[in-house]
């Protein structure tokens, strides 16, 4: 018994400790091996071509009959290209469809992923038309284009270019982006055009190439009076939110606990079924035979 005493006394002072170590160990360990959750925010973005927001008025106001239509109005991820609009409304041209934009091109797209939202419209060669003016248009453009673009990390940029002629009621009109311009025509009505506004802020951004503010009476007749807006190429956009991080204080992987001083051969024993503690129990078992046979050849001496 004393001679196995030291031997087991190292091997349960080893496992106390490597069990101490790996429940210290188990919560980092625990902590870095769950999946980060993080949620993802993409932004917004939207575009439209065309969008109308008018009263129409019949017969000395005695019925009011709204125009609110649009063209190629998408929300992210979309687009479209439809060049034509057409509406009807009850008491206007005997109810029978009436051309509201007839175009070239008319593109508007919208497009969002985790580092940017973008919104643009392209409109082209168009002629846009109001009720009671079958033979004269509102408003004729060679090219307008809005874009917004919003990506993360940096300042929303926001863009509206009317290119080329602008015909308003008949006129060519020169119009500029620094204030409003104003027609009138006698007989027929008036239009205030706002051109290519822009607005932005820290995460979003809008762009309208053309904004029409129209009243239209038509020789005052009082048959169709016209009023409201007309929105031509706008596109809008919001910078996607960045990704929240996954811990605030990252966890260091857990470490291999491996014995104290064991040599590099012995990490292969339990594959065998022996333990640590086979070298110290079999050290005992020699000390023990040892002894024996010392107490064996003393018996025989005294014998003889």
Same mark, same amino acid.
Request: hydrophobic fraction near 45%.
């Given at each position: 018994?004393?001679?196995?005493?030291?031997?087991?006394?190292?091997a349960?002072?080893?496992?106390? =400790?490597?069990?101490?170590?790996?429940?210290?160990?188990?919560?980092?360990?625990?902590? $870095?091996?769950?999946?980060? !959750?993080?949620?993802?925010? !993409?932004?917004?973005?939207s575009?439209?071509v065309?969008?109308?927001?008018?009263?129409?008025?019949?017969l000395?106001?005695?019925?009011?009959?709204?125009?609110?239509?649009?063209?190629?109005?998408?929300?992210?991820?979309?687009?479209?290209?439809?060049t034509?609009l057409?509406?009807?409304?009850?008491?206007?041209? $005997?109810?029978q469809?009436? =051309?509201?934009?007839?175009?070239?091109?008319?593109?508007?797209?919208?497009?969002?992923?985790?580092?940017?939202?973008?919104?643009?419209?392209?409109?082209? !060669?168009a002629?846009? !038309?109001?009720?009671?003016?079958?033979?004269?248009?509102?408003?004729?453009?060679e090219?307008?284009?809005a874009?917004?673009?919003?990506?993360?990390?940096?300042?929303?940029?926001?863009?509206?270019?009317?290119?080329?002629?602008?015909?308003?009621?008949?006129?060519?009109?020169?119009?500029?982006?620094g204030?409003?311009t104003?027609?009138?025509?006698? $007989?027929?009505?008036?239009?205030?055009?706002?051109?290519?506004?822009?607005?932005? =802020?820290?995460?979003?951004?809008?762009?309208?190439?053309?904004?029409?503010?129209?009243?239209?009476?038509?020789?005052?007749?009082?048959?169709?009076?016209?009023?409201?807006?007309?929105?031509?190429?706008?596109?809008?956009?919001? =910078?996607p939110? *960045?990704?929240?991080?996954?811990?605030?204080?990252?966890?260091?992987?857990?470490?291999?606990?491996?014995?104290?001083?064991?040599?590099?051969?012995?990490?292969?024993?339990?594959?065998?079924?022996a333990?640590s503690?086979?070298?110290?129990?079999?050290?005992?078992?020699?000390?023990?035979?040892?002894? $024996?046979?010392r *107490?064996?050849?003393?018996?025989?001496?005294?014998?003889?």
């Amino acid at each position: 018994m004393p001679a196995r005493m030291p031997t087991r006394l190292p091997a349960r002072r080893f496992a106390a =400790t490597a069990a101490a170590t790996v429940l210290a160990a188990g919560p980092a360990a625990l902590a $870095g091996a769950g999946p980060a !959750h993080a949620t993802e925010d !993409h932004g917004r973005a939207s575009a439209v071509v065309l969008r109308t927001g008018l009263d129409v008025s019949l017969l000395n106001k005695s019925v009011n009959v709204p125009l609110t239509v649009s063209l190629n109005d998408v929300q992210a991820p979309r687009s479209a290209e439809k060049t034509a609009l057409t509406a009807k409304l009850d008491g206007v041209d $005997g109810g029978q469809p009436f =051309t509201v934009l007839d175009a070239e091109v008319a593109r508007s797209s919208a497009k969002v992923s985790a580092k940017k939202a973008e919104g643009s419209v392209n409109l082209a !060669h168009a002629k846009v !038309h109001v009720p009671g003016l079958p033979l004269l248009s509102l408003i004729e453009i060679e090219q307008v284009s809005a874009k917004a673009v919003c990506a993360a990390g940096e300042k929303p940029v926001a863009t509206a270019n009317p290119l080329g002629a602008v015909t308003v009621l008949g006129k060519k009109t020169t119009v500029t982006a620094g204030g409003p311009t104003e027609v009138k025509v006698p $007989g027929v009505g008036e239009v205030r055009l706002d051109v290519a506004s822009t607005r932005t =802020t820290s995460r979003t951004a809008a762009a309208t190439a053309l904004q029409l503010k129209v009243s239209i009476n038509p020789l005052k007749l009082n048959v169709a009076e016209v009023g409201g807006t007309v929105t031509l190429a706008e596109a809008t956009c919001e =910078t996607p939110a *960045a990704p929240a991080p996954a811990s605030a204080d990252p966890v260091e992987p857990a470490t291999e606990v491996k014995p104290q001083g064991a040599p590099a051969d012995e990490a292969n024993l339990a594959e065998t079924g022996a333990s640590s503690a086979t070298p110290y129990v079999a050290a005992g078992a020699v000390a023990l035979l040892a002894a $024996g046979g010392r *107490a064996v050849v003393l018996a025989r001496r005294k014998r003889g």
